[in-house]
Every structure is written in C-alpha cells, then in structure tokens.
C-alpha cells in the first residue's frame, strides 16, 4: 500500500514536498517514482529512483524536484522547488520490484491514490 501526502495549493515559485510512505518488507528493493496527471491529460512520469540510489527525472522538473528515499521509515519523498503553474497536477507514488528506472506507468506494479498539487500563478 501507498499513501501519498503533502500536495497543497502553493504561489509560483515556492516549494512543496511530497512524501510517500509504504507498507510492507521489501520497500528497499523497489524501484519507487513519482507521476503526476494534470486534468484532460495522460499520467506522466516525473522521477525515479532505484534501490540503489540511482535517480532519473523528466525534463520539465531536472534540476527542480529532487527524488529521495528513507528505507527506514519506508518512505520516498519529491522535493520540489520553484513551482510553476503547469506543474499543477494530481501527483501518484508508484512502486515497481524487481526492474530497473522507467518513466513506463506500465511497468509499475502498484499505485497510490494520488495527493493534489495547485500551483497559482
């Protein structure tokens, strides 16, 4: 299971972090990433990160969101900084095991219920 939290309504420009917390043993060996899917839209991929540690991220948020996990608290986190409007999105956590980074929605095996992210211009 996975419960995402942290989404609010924020200003262009702020940051926000999201964070997921996941139950069951075995969270350190899953793939974790973030997607997020803004109204009328596809779900899109916005970061991952391995059970080593490796990270991959969309263009539109590099150097922005930062992807992190804490396998003891069996929680992963999205940082994100300087907000922009089209950022505006429902954001879902999703885990994968086993496999490597992919931004593939296919590819992952479980899914959160999503937390709301509004980014006011």
């Known amino acids: 299971q996975l419960v995402e939290s942290g989404g609010g309504l924020v200003q262009t420009g702020v940051s926000l972090r999201l964070s997921c917390a996941a139950s069951?043993?075995?969270?350190?060996?899953?793939?974790m990433g973030w997607f997020r899917q803004a109204p009328r839209t596809e779900r899109e991929f916005v970061a991952a990160?391995?059970?080593?540690?490796?990270?991959y991220y969309a263009d539109s948020v590099k150097g922005r969101f930062t992807i992190s996990r804490d396998n003891a608290k069996n929680t992963v986190y999205l940082q994100m900084n300087s907000l922009k409007p089209e950022d505006t999105a429902v954001y879902y956590c999703?885990?994968?095991?086993?496999?490597?980074?992919?931004?593939?929605?296919?590819?992952?095996?479980?899914w959160g219920q999503g937390t709301q992210v509004t980014v006011s211009s």
């Open positions: 069951g043993r075995a969270f350190s060996s899953y793939t």
């Open positions: 999703a885990a994968r095991n086993p496999g490597g980074l992919t931004g593939n929605t296919r590819l992952y095996d479980y």
């Open positions: 990160i391995w059970s080593g540690g490796t990270t």
